[in-house]
């Protein structure tokens, strides 16, 4: 693909957990990508408002985020308002990307959501990473159900430009309909179209149980698998709101140890 023109938005809050999210950003190659680094500071007393805010602008941190050549980054852009930052985020829908840490200034796990990555995952504007490593992405597990928004996070996921590096295994849980076998496929087709090495692994119930629990399965299969990002939609086809990220994608996003990648059909 070509990668001229595109953007990565950067939540920057200063923390340990931005920290890791850049290094996240940096050990991967986004040639010819911009970033746009993105730091919200507290409202000054005499706000006012609770609904508006200034513009993103222009400045220079006392210590301003930098990248290594291989990152390949066209260009490094540092903007700043002051406002509640979950809404800044939401609202900067300009971008191809949005990478955030998993945790801000403050607390300690990074294994536990934060309320920025908690807000933002619920209807991301653009495809969310939520990094919780710092190193290369080297293994994927890509998990489809049929529905839209998962097609929208295989759409995310094949247009990083470092992702035919990668190796990608399409999940997907069987819960009696042959269209998720197409979905699969669909999945499978268009990743390796990027050049990545794929392969798919459908899961099916016990064949004395009536029916699979997703969540449980993709969980497991982290576990056992260890990759080093889980990609997959803000909700599954049986998701009632197109505001609240799906049960399965919310227990993914807390309970992964590696980087997540969620996205949502935009249309749906």
């Known amino acids: 693909m070509d990668a001229q023109g595109h953007l990565l938005t950067f939540g920057d809050d200063h923390s340990p957990g931005s920290d890791l999210a850049w290094d996240w950003v940096t050990s991967q190659s986004w040639p010819g990508w911009t970033v746009d680094v993105v730091t919200v500071t507290d409202p000054p007393p ?44 939401c609202e900067k ?77 399409v999940l997907a849980v069987f819960e009696g309909d042959d269209e998720l076998r197409v979905a699969a496929q669909r999945a499978v087709d268009r990743i390796a179209a990027t050049g990545a090495s794929v392969s798919v692994r459908v899961i099916e119930p016990d064949p004395e149980s009536i029916t ?11 576990r056992a698998t260890g990759p080093d990002l889980v990609a997959l939609g803000t909700a599954g086809r049986t998701g009632l709101s197109r505001l609240l990220v799906g049960s399965v994608a919310g227990a993914v996003a807390h309970a992964s140890q590696c980087s997540v990648l969620l996205a949502r059909d935009a249309d749906s």
């Open 46 to 89: 005499e706000l006012t408002s609770l609904f508006t805010h200034e513009p993103l602008h222009d400045y220079t941190p006392q210590q301003p985020r930098t990248s290594p050549p291989s990152a390949e980054l066209a260009a490094i852009r540092h903007l700043t308002t002051a406002f509640d930052p979950r809404i800044v985020l």
């Open 212 to 222: 699979v629990n997703p969540r449980s399965r993709i969980l497991e299969e982290l």
């Open 93 to 169: 829908a300009d971008g191809d990307l949005t990478v955030i840490g998993a945790r801000g200034q403050g607390w300690v796990s990074s294994m536990v959501l934060g309320s920025t990555a908690d807000w933002l995952m619920r209807c991301p504007s653009t495809p969310l990473v939520i990094a919780r490593e710092g190193s290369p992405v080297r293994t994927v597990l890509m998990c489809v159900d049929g529905s839209t928004h998962a097609d929208a996070a295989v759409e995310a996921l094949a247009a990083l430009p470092w992702i035919g590096d990668c190796s990608v295994e």
